[in-house]
């Protein structure tokens, strides 16, 4: 009998537990069993009244203080983890013993990247576009846009992307503190996990070649994904799922 696993989620820039979609639907059918924690960064989803916090280190320890005290069972556990929320997460893999396997998306480090590559000019011309924007539709459509590859940017999926945002939106100011905490991250030189990192091909806000040396400095696998975009969950939640299913098994 397979060996149960428990999953932490933590999703990255001015995106809240809400944002993670059809993919937490398709894992869920996929790990019926598991305990899965919803952990979000300070300023985003329920946590949008409050600062961003302007370092990684800070958001890591709130958020072991919350798994620790939301957690049912105590082994086992596993970490999914999407941009800045995956730098969170590499801090706290490299300080603690607390995951077993460790999935690493679409992120990246300040020491093995260029500054425009871990966040391209046009994008950084569209994010200062984002600071402006006060139409709530029209921010998210932005933001899809930047994030997506496969995902068809319809009336249905940018009306309930608006929903989410006008009940609890990310203040500009959140924005940019977040942004500021993911220039400053340089990765450990250790992880007590078996990691894997996973980049999307066709990513526009960090290229895949950021994850690809993060794998190499860390000696974890590294998967490519031909097609999608940053929000590689979002854009193929099965293939990320079938990723996932593998790498735990094998």
């Given at each position: ?37 919803l952990l979000e960064l300070e300023g ?193 939640p099965q293939w990320l799922i079938e ?8």
């Open positions: 009998m397979a060996e149960k696993t428990n999953w932490i989620f933590i999703r990255g820039l001015v995106r809240s537990n809400e944002h993670w979609g059809q993919f937490l639907e398709e894992f869920k059918r996929s790990f019926p069993d598991s305990e899965i924690i985003n989803g329920k946590k949008n009244n409050q600062k961003s916090y302007l370092s990684v280190e800070k958001n890591y320890q709130k958020l072991r203080q919350e798994w620790l005290l939301k957690r049912k069972s105590t082994n086992n556990w596993n970490i999914i983890a999407v941009s800045l929320g995956a730098m969170v997460g590499m801090l706290w893999d490299s300080k603690h013993q607390d995951f077993k396997y460790s999935f690493y998306i679409n992120t990246s480090s300040a020491d093995l990247a260029h500054p425009l590559e871990r966040l391209s000019w046009p994008v950084v011309k569209q994010a200062y576009a984002l600071l402006r924007q006060k139409n709530s539709k029209d921010y998210e459509r932005r933001v899809l846009e930047l994030t997506t590859q496969m995902t068809k940017i319809d009336t249905n999926l940018l009306t309930k992307w608006d929903q989410i945002h006008r009940l609890a939106p990310t203040t500009r100011l959140n924005l940019i503190r977040q942004l500021f905490a993911a220039s400053r991250y340089i990765a450990p030189k250790k992880l007590n996990s078996k990691s894997n990192f996973i980049a999307s091909k066709k990513d526009i806000l960090a290229k895949y070649t950021c994850s690809q040396k993060l794998a190499e400095k860390l000696n974890a696998n590294f998967f490519l994904h031909p097609q999608a975009g940053h929000d590689l969950p979002l854009d193929d990723v996932i299913k593998k790498n735990i098994s094998s």
